[in-house]
């Protein structure tokens, strides 16, 4: 219980996180546009902090929000009135595949960053292994929320929805 | 040069099966990626490296911001305005609401880029609108759902920018040069196939509204006129500021998306004023959920495509469809006939991602067609599955919008698929659909 609370608190921060990324692109792009015709000036980082350090930032966040939620499509050519069994292997192979692809963005995402640890991006000097710091974050994210649902632990997979979908809604 | 069949094997045949087992697709490209790799002895860290790689590109920043733009006009009463501007245009020829279904999504669609965004946001008013004047459940949510698929083709498309995307990765991994595609002339190629699509089924609702007898709508004073050009001119200018600021040069196609957002949330929270500022969390969020889709199957494919090249997968498909014939035209019709096949079972974004790579060395490099033309032709093969049975997005969320059963909107589909049948072919044969406007506006120099 307390476990499913602590991870739900996780993804909600990174939920956060990741829809902060989005706006800051958002914000520094546009400013960069008006500064560049109206100032002649630019923001000499924006290309690359928002390409290489949000772009990914965002990407693997929302990675594993989708498992959490369940959104990543899938072909579905198995009749609705297949037994139940096959329903249930279909369901757990998923969350097998899903444990494995977890497993090595975490695992191999921590490798990727201790091998360029102590290196600096070009611009601005900030240390290269910031690119890639969310993947091991996110595989672990993607590992459990799978090996839970592998061994069917409820773990309240609507959470995310229920606390940002309703923001502002007219009573 | 060695052919590893076995490597081969391996990443096609996990692939294949996976997806028939209900895997999400991402997933399937993720694991068929890493098991080859261990395969053919490739560090894991460098899949994960390349799957990161795939996703640090600047244009493809263009793609949240469309999504984050598709949302604030979802949620700020853009749908009811374009509704409204389309009944001004043609709610009074026969069958007045069928024309504004077609015609909203033309606007619509030129707006958001999205065909699913397009039947759930315009579909949940003109559908129920629709049945009260006694048009029949199937041919206004059949109608709905085929009209909404101009969305992808009409600039601007998030779907765009991931076939330029695809292009870049397409022609490196064919082992030469970096080709880029231009987006604008994307954005100007999209339009004709896409206006050329919504003319025929135009014409194929009046067809239908004559026969059946379907009535007019109601006509518009002066003033009640004025105020909804007003209206809908405010939200349509979105794509001026799209298409028209990439194709004059002044942004970038990523710098374009950002000031559309900025502009689009100007006009939905601080003039139409129909959400409250608070709202734009849920925005956020909601585009978070599109773009996990998204972003990911690019990290996804990016570590596949990279593994395809590595076994010269491009170079022996292009050898196996020449080896059938290389008589363009039959190419042409081939693989029309194999990506409606495709589109059928699979979504759009993963296929734009997928065969690019393996057909773009065919028929542009090889066989000389133009890859705006490719694309134009690609994208809308592919839009044709959203709306098929059994995977087409918007089918399933045309159906449950418009509250019947999928084998029931199919069939409301059916006399539209010819409609956007005829549209693929005469864009397949006749390159100048899609290439005048780009040659004309943006000429190579």
Redesign the interface.
Known sequence: MKIRGVFNAIHFISAILASICLAFQLVIISTNVIMRYFFASGISWMEEISSNVLMTAFTFLSMAIGVKLDLHINVNLIPKRAPQWITTVLYKLKYLVLAVIGFVLFYYGILLIMGIKGSIASLPSLPASLQFIVIPLAGFLILFDSIMSLFGVVKDDQYLDRKFMTVGEKK | MIVDSIGITLLLSIFGV???????????L??SA?ITGIYLNVP??A???VM?DG????S??AI??FI?MGEIMNEGGIAQRIVNLANLFVGRLPGGLAMVNVMDSMFFGGISGSAVADVSSLGSIVIPMMKKQGYDDEFAVGLTICSACQGVIIPPSHNMIIYAFAVGTASQLAGGQLLVVSVGKLFLGGYAPGILMGITMLIISLIIAIRRKYPRGKGYTLREGLVILLDGALAMFTALIVVGGVIIG??TA??AA??A??YAFIVTFFIYRE?????F??I??????T???V??L??AASAYGYLLSRLQVPRLTTEFLLSITDNYYLLLLLVNIMLLILGC???MA?LILICTPILFPVLVLKMGMDPVHFGIMLLLNLCIGLCTP??G?ALFVGSAVGKISIERASRGCIPFYISMFITLMLVTYIPAITMTLPNLLMPVK
């Open positions: 996976l997806v028939l087992l209900r895997v999400p697709i991402t997933f399937c993720a694991i890493i894991l860290e899949i994960v490296k990161a996703v640090m590109n600047f493809l920043l949240p911001f984050i002044i942004f990523t710098e950002a000031f957002v900025i959400a409250p500022l608070i709202r969390v849920k956020l969020y909601s585009s978070l959920k773009l996990a889709i972003m990911s690019i990290a079972i699979m979504d993963p059994p995977v997005s």
